[in-house]
C-alpha cells in the first residue's frame, strides 16, 4: 500500500521489489500524510503522487490500484488511462462517511 509521503519518495525501491505484483494508492491517507485536513484527490500534490505511482507501476510491470468516488465510470476511464489495472470502486473512507451520514439522518427526529 503506498500511502504516505515516505512511501512515494521510496516507490522506486518498492516497486523493484522481486515477488510484489501489484501496488495499492490509498489517496485518503496519503492525503492526510501531507498534511491535508481531508482525503482530497484533486489536490496537486495527490494528483503528482498518483501519476508516479501508475508510471512507476508501469515501469516495473507491476499492476496498480486506485480507488474510486462517485462518478464512477469518469472516474475509472481517468485513472485507467493513466496506468491504473485494478479499480475499487468505493473506498473505505467514502463508504463509511455515505454510512454514516444515513445513520445520522436516521437517527435525527
Given at each position: 500500500?503506498i ?5 512515494i ?17 490509498g489517496?485518503?491517507d ?15 500534490e495527490?494528483?503528482?503522487?498518483i ?10 510491470k507491476?499492476?496498480a490500484?486506485?480507488g ?18 485494478l ?9 463509511l462517511?455515505k ?11
Open positions: 500500500m500511502e504516505t509521503k515516505e512511501a519518495e521510496s516507490i522506486d525501491e518498492i516497486m523493484a521489489v522481486n515477488g510484489l505484483d501489484f501496488i495499492f494508492f489517496y485518503a496519503y492525503s492526510f500524510s501531507i498534511g491535508l485536513s481531508g482525503p482530497n484527490k484533486s489536490h496537486k495527490v494528483q503528482k503522487a501519476v508516479k505511482a501508475a508510471e512507476l507501476a508501469l515501469k516495473y507491476k499492476y490500484m486506485i474510486m468516488d462517485s462518478p464512477w465510470k469518469v472516474e475509472a476511464e481517468k485513472y485507467i488511462k493513466m496506468g491504473y489495472k479499480i475499487e470502486l468505493g473506498t473505505d473512507y467514502s463508504l462517511e454510512s454514516w451520514r444515513n445513520s445520522l439522518k436516521e437517527a435525527q427526529f
